[in-house]
């Protein structure tokens, strides 16, 4: 058996030899994904427990990788459609320890402390370079300067944008971006309006990646883009949705509930 370090002092899940040496580290080498997330992109952690083998698969691809220079400028398909996979990756791994070890019982990063560890404390490996979710997603937003990858990494978290069903590919990318921005702005609640068309109420996620979308002429521009129905008129004040923390599986309390919901008011821009 091999033995993947996923941080310090902890091993990662066993492997028998031929899950690693039938990657040779190309993102061609990840496989699909599609029987462990729903038509709603909730993650089936229960089907995950009893047979984890296809995301053992993806995490070694993820690892090992050895075509990548983490300090490359190169603004690339290929890079894009690889970090975005990684971090997919890595965060449904990461949860789905947690909920092996609780039983399936964990609710998911729901405190300031176990957020802190999860993102911020936690050492994973991409392409062979030590990171955390957290710098990786950073690297993200930075390197590509791209808003539409905001919509396309997930947390494992419920007000994450939803997981798609294939992997992000680079001769499909740009597609793949559109659709993502799509579904998180018009299916899943990541923007409604609140009483009144003067005050539209938006994801948290354009909080936390507001340059990204200054770029694109401000929060308001960019949804209009993707935007079905009624367009955010010039002017209007925007608010921000509280963050659900809790895990994005298909059993989550919610995932009955329909968009748009009615989201908390946070906090005003």
């Known amino acids: 058996m091999r033995h993947l370090a996923c941080s310090s002092g902890a091993q990662f899940e066993d492997l ?3 899950a690693v040496e039938e990657s040779p580290g190309t ?3 990840l496989r699909s994904l599609r029987p462990l997330i729903n038509s709603s992109g909730l993650v089936r952690y229960s089907i995950l427990i009893e047979d984890p083998s296809l995301l053992l698969h993806n995490v070694a691809v993820v690892q090992d990788y050895a075509e990548l220079d983490w300090g490359s400028k190169e ?3 290929r890079n894009i459609a690889f970090y975005c ?3 997919n990756i890595w965060a449904m791994y990461l949860a789905f320890k947690k909920m092996r070890k609780h039983g399936l019982a964990w609710k998911g990063q729901t405190t300031i402390k176990s957020r802190t560890k999860f993102f911020y404390f936690t050492s994973i490996t ?3 370079q ?4 957290l710098k990786l997603e950073k690297h993200i937003y930075d390197k590509f300067h791209d808003p539409r990858v905001c919509f396309a990494i997930n947390s494992a978290s419920w007000s994450s944008p939803r997981l798609p069903k294939e992997l992000y590919d680079a001769n499909q990318l740009q597609a793949q971006l559109d659709e993502r921005a799509d579904s998180f702005i018009n299916r899943q609640g990541g923007c409604v309006f609140e009483k009144d068309d003067t005050v539209a109420s938006v994801s948290s996620v ?3 990646s507001k340059a990204s979308f200054a770029r694109e002429g401000g929060i308001a521009a960019f949804v209009n883009q993707y935007k079905q129905g009624q ?3 010039e002017g209007v004040s925007i608010e921000f949705q509280a963050f659900d923390w809790s895990v994005n599986w298909e059993n989550n309390a919610r995932a009955n509930m329909q968009y748009p919901h009615s989201p908390s008011r946070k906090s005003l821009e």
Request: avoid cysteine.
């Open 130 to 133: 030590k990171t955390t979710l």
């Open 16 to 18: 028998p030899p031929s």
């Open 75 to 77: 603004n690339s398909a």
């Open 206 to 208: 354009f909080k936390w």
């Open 27 to 29: 993102p061609a080498r």
């Open 85 to 87: 996979n990684a971090y």
């Open 231 to 233: 367009q955010l008129p």
């Open 126 to 128: 991409v392409a062979g």
